[in-house]
């Protein structure tokens, strides 16, 4: 499912209703205090008059009575807060609560650059939301609570089969594995890399992915987890599809630029062409542009990537950070 321009509308609305619900919250709880501790209405009442007088003080360029004012107002509050315990409230009872503190509820963050100049942009729970709505579907939300670090199990790779290029066997492979994208996961946002996890159908590519997207969801990234099926159907609308399609597929576009971790799921399943496959190649070079991570997993060994995608990507695709794995079919294995 995608985002439409009506969907976009609609969760703005509800971050508009997320706002008067805010207030409503505060005003419920001074008017609860009010009742109780009469005198605090009245040191409120002053701290704003007090606001209002330090914004003319510091436009007049006054700095002494900004600077007296601002005492009055710190040991006003200090007041406030005495009086709430007194009465037995947490001292920032009467502040604003919001779900989310770094943009108080509006979606919108703003970001001063190094330039000293300010930007707007949307806030990461504003994306997370989006991404939350039109791309998780039931299955993918399931699969996440089911496959994370700590479910994910050894003992289903093989202590006795080894791999005769490197004579690890398959758990110690697995166990390096598990150990790169644990350390993957607690580095991510302070660290840039990108990462391609690569072996056989079943051997857990997809299990060791979804640990991933767990971790950074619950640290707050937005993770964005797309089949190579549907990224490349998106490219395809994005094209040729009806006005409708690739509006919507410019959505998806802009998501799929944007978001902390792109995951691409099994990449080589997909159908591609010149066109899809020169799209890949844009996605990946504007996220590399903008330090922001891909995670890709394949089928497909080094060689098949080179053969069957341009020498660009492969070239990109040679940069990631390589997990490989190796296994008798787990979910064979599981099943039994
Ligand atoms: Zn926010």
Redesign the pocket.
């Known amino acids: 499912m995608s985002l439409t321009t009506s969907e976009y509308d609609s969760l703005l609305r509800e971050y508009e209703q997320r706002q008067l619900d805010g207030e409503m919250d505060l005003r419920r709880r001074r008017e609860e205090v009010t009742r109780d501790v009469p005198a605090i209405a009245e040191i409120e009442e002053q701290i704003v008059h007090g606001s209002v007088q330090a914004a003319r003080l510091a436009l007049a360029g006054n700095s002494s009575a900004l600077d007296a004012l601002s005492r009055t107002n710190d040991w006003l509050i200090q007041q406030k807060h005495q009086l709430l315990t007194g009465a037995g409230y947490p001292a920032d009872y009467l502040d604003r609560r919001?779900?989310?503190?770094?943009?108080?509820?509006?979606?919108?963050?703003t970001v001063s650059q190094p330039d000293g100049s300010i930007v707007r942009r949307p806030?990461?729970?504003?994306r997370r939301a989006i991404i939350d709505r039109y791309y998780m579907d039931d299955g993918l939300r399931e699969r996440l609570a089911r496959e994370n670090f700590t479910t994910f199990d050894l003992r289903f790779y093989s202590s006795k089969k080894i791999d005769e290029a490197t004579g690890q066997t398959y758990r110690e492979i697995a166990e390096t594995a598990l150990g790169d994208a644990k350390d993957y996961a607690a580095r991510f946002g302070s660290e840039y890399r990108n990462l391609l996890i690569s072996g056989y159908s079943g051997v857990g590519k997809t299990f060791l992915a979804n640990c991933i997207t767990g971790e950074l969801l619950s640290r707050g990234f937005t993770v964005l987890y797309l089949s190579a099926f549907r990224l490349f159907e998106i490219f395809e609308h994005y094209r040729f599809g009806d006005r409708d399609a690739s509006k919507q597929a410019s959505l998806d576009f802009d998501n799929i630029l944007d978001c902390d971790l792109l995951i691409v799921d099994d990449l080589g399943t997909e159908m591609s062409n010149s066109y899809t496959t020169s799209q890949l190649f844009v996605c990946l070079e504007e996220r590399d542009r903008e330090k922001k991570p891909t995670l890709i997993t394949t089928n497909l060994t080094m060689d098949d990537l080179s053969k069957r995608y341009s020498e660009r990507i492969a070239s990109r695709l040679f940069q990631f950070r390589y997990i490989k794995l190796f296994a008798d079919d787990i979910r064979i294995q599981s099943m039994i």
């Open positions: 919001y779900v989310c503190p770094i943009c108080k509820d509006t979606g919108t963050e806030c990461s729970c504003f």
